[in-house]
């Protein structure tokens, strides 16, 4: 009897099992039942932002279903650093929806681009008042489920000393770059017109060195025919005498 029962329950157990399972798996292959899969929403994590200025706040996002204009909603909304309440910053469906009031009036534009699944925005002029976290939040239906991308938001006064010393160095390297292509191309022209003024000096000598050889190979024979002119009339002479 015993191992009767223990039979009879194993195979109750296994057969709820079995329905079990197929209640977790029907909904993948029972027509009309969509599967509905997670939205993938990608923020930097950090942004800094100089008082006044304006910062792009970058939200892509990933979809396995098609994106079209009429399908995706995008809502960004703030929590600020302090204790406060979540407020509306701007939302997007099929047209940018820009806040109305608020602190954000005036302060919000669509930088994105549905079809490219770019939700970003960008904020202008932004105040101290702007510090805090921002959500991003897309979905594209059927995907209505995911992690939204948080972007936390720090406006300075000035740029931070990473990003000048950033920037005092990408200036001083182009300074001193051209600095050196400045002086290499001085060097070789200074070096090209020399070499110039030097071959120029010598095709004008060298029509002079001619002539003076010339002239000093004539003058030499010359003299040696005087030499010999002179030696002849010696001879003469000396012959006259002797007679």
């Known amino acids: 009897m015993c191992r009767r029962s223990l039979a009879t ?14 209640a977790l798996v029907a909904p993948l292959f029972v027509p009309g039942v969509l599967r509905v899969s997670g939205m993938e929403v990608f923020t930097s994590s950090e942004v800094e932002a100089v008082n006044g200025t304006d910062v792009r ?15 995706a909603v995008v809502s960004w909304n703030f929590r600020p650093l302090a204790q406060g309440a979540e407020e509306s910053v701007f939302y997007y469906q099929e047209k940018a929806y820009p806040p109305t009031e608020g602190r954000f009036k005036g302060h919000v534009a669509w930088s994105g681009d549905i079809l490219r699944q770019d939700a970003s925005i ?7 008042a702007f510090n805090g976290t921002y959500t991003c939040q897309v979905r594209n239906l059927p995907d209505v489920h995911g992690i939204n991308g948080e972007v936390v938001l720090k406006v300075l006064n000035k740029a931070s000393v990473s990003e000048m010393g950033l920037l ?13 292509l400045l002086a290499v ?12 003024e030097d071959l120029e000096q010598d095709e004008r000598e060298m029509p002079e060195t001619r002539e003076l050889r010339e002239g000093a190979l004539q003058s030499k024979a010359i003299q040696e025919n005087e030499l010999k002119f002179n030696l002849m009339q010696e001879k003469e002479l ?3 005498e002797n007679n």
């Open 57 to 71: 706040l970058k939200c892509t996002f990933k979809s396995e279903h098609p994106v079209s204009q009429s399908s």
């Open 122 to 128: 960008v904020l202008k002029d932004v105040l101290f």
């Open 185 to 196: 191309f001085l060097v070789v022209r200074h070096c090209r017109r020399n070499n110039m």
């Open 238 to 240: 000396q012959a006259v």
């Open 168 to 180: 005092a160095a990408a200036i001083g390297g182009a300074i001193v770059v051209g600095l050196l």
């Open 9 to 22: 329950c194993f195979s109750y157990l296994n057969a709820l099992f079995k329905m079990c399972n197929c």
